[in-house]
């Protein structure tokens, strides 16, 4: 047996008015939502327009003036080279020359400091390690400020977590879509690695 509860129900549910009152709060509350989320599109867009043009971006890089002359016990380093390893101080060595405390041992006859071989005069490089020490070249403080202080709003995620010039150094010479053109090919496929203020030069199509 259909409990009456049931039956009354449907019973309501065939009536229009109950249909479209039904209807009517469904529309009111999709506009209601819709209303809401445009609100909160426009007031994004608004911060992000007085971000971009009230507030530089707050660059958090701190250069340190002669890294080599730094005593430490422990060293940052490149990490990923299957070959060479650049550390925090400037050196570049063969992996197997790399202390237990992530520093290039000096004492081997191969490591450099601040190394450009592989590196063009527009400051892109061949090998990503070599990139990263000359890039850590005192010398290269001023231009590093000069292209954070140009950097548009999109690299801003890229940079922002950036705390020193050895940092700044690995971003920079990773590759990004400065590098390349058409989406998948590389602007200079040989010399993809730059720290210099402005990518590579565009190649014929």
Not at 172 to 185: A, G
Request: proline share 4%; with cysteine; charged share 20%.
């Amino acid at each position: 047996m259909v409990p009456c509860g049931a039956v009354l129900w449907r019973r309501l549910l065939r009536k229009r008015w109950v249909l479209g009152v039904v209807f009517g709060l469904s529309l009111v509350y999709f506009l209601t939502s819709t209303f809401k989320q445009e609100e909160r599109t426009v007031r994004d867009r608004n911060l992000l327009q007085v971000q971009e043009h009230e507030q530089p971006i707050l660059w958090k890089v701190k250069f340190s003036v002669g890294n080599s002359s730094q005593l430490s016990n422990q060293c940052r380093n490149s990490v990923q080279g299957k070959l060479l390893i650049t550390d925090e101080l400037g050196y570049i060595c063969e992996r197997k020359d790399l202390l237990v405390n992530g520093c290039c041992n000096v004492n081997v006859a191969s490591t450099k400091l601040y190394s450009c071989d592989s590196c063009l005069p527009n400051g892109c490089c061949s090998v990503y390690e070599y990139c990263v020490s000359c890039c850590l070249q005192p010398s290269k403080q001023h231009l590093l400020e000069r292209f954070l202080n140009r950097a548009a709003i999109a690299f801003q995620n890229l940079f922002m977590a950036v705390e020193d010039h050895f940092e700044l150094c690995l971003a920079k010479c990773r590759t990004s879509s400065q590098s390349v053109q058409h989406e998948n090919t590389y602007r200079d496929p040989i010399a993809k690695y730059c720290y210099g203020e402005y990518p590579p030069e565009l190649l014929p199509v």
